[in-house]
């Protein structure tokens, strides 16, 4: 399929002034009892039936269900993502959305920015699914609401809130590998409007070589450990988040080979306090400030070159006002983060400041919706970027709906590549895209059958793409320029149905994501892949099984080192077998099956983890 940008345009106008009989967007959305709600597409609270992006939540109920340590375990999983990890668990981890770039996507924890800011990327490999009470994925540009690192799309953690009264969780697992975790979660309230939440985990493991050809096990440990704090009076409302991660992680050297003292501490914090006041039924508005840190050091007494360290900060404010008008809700914020880095070695210590105005109108007309936003800014080392994008959802009856999404994005250089001692460039302007997608939805319900069928498809072009390439032909040294330009496009499909007899869900997504110039594969982007899902109840024992085909793709941009497809299945049972208890087992790559997510790292073979959990 392809569409011009006048065309483009003309289709999302199009299904909005589309007008015809048809249920209303609330009776709709009442048929469609698979849906939750959903924050990140607009920045508030909605019906993700009247939401025109492409979106994916994943809940409490199913994070708990798929026993996974690590968050990114569970986005392998998901449509329209590829995951990379360079040799197991704590190391770097990547996610790229649509054949995006790992930094094109900006990673949210209780709305605050985290990641590294020399790096302008967010490593996943320590990211716990310790407290976490739900997760947003949001595909497709988001630079209008949420500026730069937005490009490619969104993704939002929300930590686990308190509620009235005491419970109590304890976990505690082991498994291959040497593999401990140990969790504790306290969460309670009162009757005046104060709730807590108070949540620790501990993670260890004695690990593999993080080389694939290696021997020696490299070891990671972390400690979680997360808080929540809300306060209600009157029409105010106060919320307080801490989440801090103390990892300690071995690591292997260029090659990759087996490096016996090289070691890296990595500590992450995200801190934030928020005020909203309710002023009325159709106005509030709220204050945030936040704070974030991504620190890693790593040492290493045998090889200089392994010696580095990193702190970066990321200052956050945000101011946000929404309006509900009669049939629309308009929103206006203002944005501010300052991205701090600072490192010894590297003799660094540079700041970008970063300035925002956006609106946002979201609306509804019987069987329609459409949403349309704006963002301005400002940028103190580079140029300033202005985006837009507009969106349209058609109930073309109870069952069917059909969306559509025209956007642009853009991503700022980072410190390293504006400021870095090793070749930064100061000349830099920012990354850009366009991109639109298109789904239907088609949904039932049967009695106790549910079932939703989807399908989207997208394209999205970069240009001005940063990349570090050598001065001079075969130079040593290396400076980053905006040369490169990419084109992804492909299809999405999903299919969940759930009943009495259990759950299957499955999903597929097909990608051409290229270097324009030269034809080649971006890389570690598979051109196919997918996931197949079953699950049921036996009286109360739980099963579920995942199978993912994970298709070809290549480790390095010059597309000379190719990795093999590959299929990897899971298992997991829980079993409550008292009101507060529940065994819980899993085998991961149930098959022993060998591979790779990135050239000369490796990854785990068969391995089996037992569980306990209770809540009092």
């Known amino acids: 399929m392809k569409l011009t940008f006048k065309n483009k345009v003309l289709f999302v106008a199009l299904i909005s002034a589309i007008s015809m009989p048809a249920v209303s967007i609330v009776q709709a959305a009442q048929v469609n009892a698979m849906q939750r709600i959903v924050v990140t597409a607009s920045r508030m609270a909605e019906n993700p039936a009247n939401v025109s992006a492409d979106v994916t939540v994943i809940t409490q109920e199913e994070i708990a269900a798929s026993q996974a340590s690590n968050v990114a375990e569970i986005l392998r999983t998901q449509v329209g993502l590829n995951v990379s990890s360079s040799g197991g668990e704590g190391k770097a981890t990547s996610v790229f959305i649509r054949g995006g770039n790992s930094g094109h996507t900006l990673v949210l924890i209780d709305g605050v920015r985290v990641g590294s800011a020399t790096l302008g990327s967010f490593n996943w490999g320590n990211l716990s699914t310790s407290a976490i009470e739900r997760i947003e994925i949001v595909r497709g540009p988001q630079s209008s609401l949420y500026g730069a690192d937005a490009m490619g799309g969104v993704i939002q953690i929300f930590t686990r809130k308190g509620q009235k009264g005491l419970q109590t969780q304890v976990v505690a697992e082991s498994g291959t590998y040497g593999t401990k975790l140990y969790g504790l979660g306290v969460r309670g309230g009162s009757e005046n409007g104060f709730t807590y939440a108070f949540d620790a985990e501990t993670f260890d493991t004695k690990g593999f070589s993080a080389a694939s050809s290696g021997t020696e096990a490299d070891p990671a440990k972390r400690t979680t450990l997360s808080t929540a704090l809300s306060f209600v009076s009157g029409k105010m409302q106060a919320d307080i988040n801490v989440r801090t991660v103390d990892a ?17 501490n990595y500590k992450q914090t995200v801190s934030s306090i928020k005020v909203t006041d309710h002023v009325s039924d159709r106005f509030e508005s709220s204050l945030q400030y936040s704070r974030s840190t991504d620190d890693a050091i790593t040492t290493d007494p045998l090889v200089t070159w392994n010696n580095s360290d990193y702190k970066t900060t990321i ?45 946002s109108i979201a609306a509804e007309n019987k069987n329609m919706g459409w949403n349309v936003s704006a963002r301005k800014d400002n940028n103190s080392t580079s140029d300033n970027k202005t985006t837009y994008k507009l969106g349209t959802i058609w109930h073309a009856s109870q069952n069917f709906n059909l969306s559509g999404n025209y956007g642009t994005g853009f991503k700022a250089p980072s410190i390293n590549d504006l400021f870095s001692p090793f070749g930064g460039n100061s000349n830099l302007k920012s990354e850009s895209s366009k991109g639109w997608d ?17 399908i989207v498809w997208f394209s999205q072009k970069y240009t001005d793409l940063i990349v570090w390439k050598p001065i001079a032909p075969g130079s040593f040294s290396y400076s980053p320029k905006n040369v490169n330009q990419a084109r992804s496009k492909g299809v999405e499909l999903i299919a969940d149905m759930s009943g009495e007899a259990g759950f299957v869900r499955a999903n597929w997504t097909k990608l051409n994501a290229t270097d324009t110039a030269t034809g080649l594969w971006l890389a570690r982007r598979a051109q196919q892949n997918g996931t197949l899902t079953l699950g049921t109840d036996v009286s109360d024992l739980h099963i579920e099984a ?71």
């Open 248 to 264: 300690t992680l071995a690591l292997d050297g260029f090659g990759p080979v087996d490096a016996l003292n090289y070691n890296q």
């Open 315 to 359: 200052n956050q404010f945000s101011w946000q006002n929404n309006y509900e008008l009669n049939d629309a809700t308009v929103i206006l914020g203002y944005d501010y983060h300052k991205d701090a880095g600072v490192s010894k070695s590297a003799k660094l210590d540079k700041a970008i400041t970063q300035k925002a105005l956006y609106v």
């Open 438 to 454: 298109i789904g239907a939805t088609y949904l039932t319900q049967m009695d106790t059958l549910k079932s939703k069928f989807s």
């Open 546 to 616: 995942d199978m993912a085909w994970v298709g070809k793709r290549y480790s390095d941009p010059d597309n000379t080192k190719l990795m093999q497809a590959y299929k990897k299945t899971n298992v997991r049972l829980s079993y409550a077998f008292a009101e507060t208890w529940k065994l819980k087992f899993r085998v991961e790559n149930l098959f022993d099956k060998s591979y790779e997510e990135v050239a000369g790292y490796g990854v785990a073979g068969r391995s089996t983890y037992t569980g306990v959990t209770a809540t009092f």
